[in-house]
Nanobody, 124 residues
Framework: QVQLTESGGGLVQTGGSLRLSCAAS????????MGWFRQAPGKERESVAA????????AVADSVKGRFTISRDNAKNTVYLQMNSLKPEDTAVYYC?????????????????WGQGTQVTVSS
């Protein structure tokens, strides 16, 4: 199976930056797409970004476009989310996810494996 471990969350001031990492282990050859989701208190989990593992094609949500960038390191089996110009509304638990499916990147049901989440808090 696949295990996902997120890291890099923390407390940052408005306008600051963080880089989240998600390390995949296990049967990583089965992964087609990896994505990032976030869930703020009292809100639904929403898609943030996704990347196709082999080719590197990416997609980002409109809410973070121009500020967040998703990337990967094949050698390290790791996907990154570079978060710049952070705003208080970015505060959430961020989850890494992976799937073998070639399907809608923004749907939670697309993903087979999930990490435990990492907290990002942006102070105003």
């Amino acid at each position: 199976q696949v295990q996902l471990t997120e890291s890099g969350g923390g407390l940052v001031q408005t306008g600051g930056s963080l880089r989240l990492s998600c390390a995949a282990s296990g049967r990583t050859s089965s992964i087609y797409t990896m994505g990032w989701f976030r869930q703020a208190p009292g809100k639904e989990r929403e898609s943030v970004a996704a990347i196709v593992w082999s080719g590197g094609n990416t997609a980002v949500a409109d809410s973070v476009k121009g500020r967040f960038t998703i990337s990967r390191d094949n050698a390290k089996n790791t996907v990154y989310l570079q978060m710049n110009s952070l705003k208080p509304e970015d505060t959430a638990v961020y989850y890494c996810a992976a799937t073998w499916r070639d399907s809608n990147w923004y749907e939670k049901s697309t993903y087979d494996y999930w990490g435990q989440g990492t907290q990002v808090t942006v102070s105003s």
